[in-house]
């Protein structure tokens, strides 16, 4: 792995980290309430979009660290369309 690569993972180890504490809180208390629907479907659209980008770039950082953070906003999202 180069130094690139290596920035790259970092930078995005470190966004999806910073979203797990909203994760939590929202499967603990089972509420979403505060969030945006409009946001949430933004933000996940735009991650899919840079984890499509970095499959076709074959870029690993990009992919994985995209793909994982737009499956922890699909946690936040389903728990705010069953909480109402």
């Given at each position: 792995?180069?130094?690139?690569?290596?920035?790259?993972?970092?930078?995005?180890?470190?966004?999806?980290?910073?979203?797990?504490?909203?994760?939590?809180?929202?499967?603990?208390?089972?509420?979403?309430?505060?969030?945006?629907?409009?946001?949430?479907?933004?933000?996940?659209?735009?991650?899919?979009?840079?984890?499509?980008?970095?499959?076709?770039?074959?870029?690993?950082?990009?992919?994985?660290?995209?793909?994982?953070?737009?499956?922890?906003v699909a946690?936040?999202?389903?728990?705010?369309?069953?909480?109402?």
């Amino acid at each position: 792995m180069d130094a690139t690569m290596l920035i790259g993972f970092c930078a995005g180890l470190l966004t999806t980290v910073s979203f797990l504490p909203q994760v939590i809180r929202t499967l603990r208390t089972r509420s979403a309430h505060d969030f945006s629907a409009l946001m949430l479907i933004l933000l996940f659209a735009g991650l899919t979009l840079w984890f499509v980008y970095g499959a076709l770039r074959d870029d690993a950082a990009i992919v994985a660290t995209n793909g994982f953070t737009a499956a922890l906003v699909a946690v936040i999202g389903a728990t705010k369309m069953r909480s109402g």
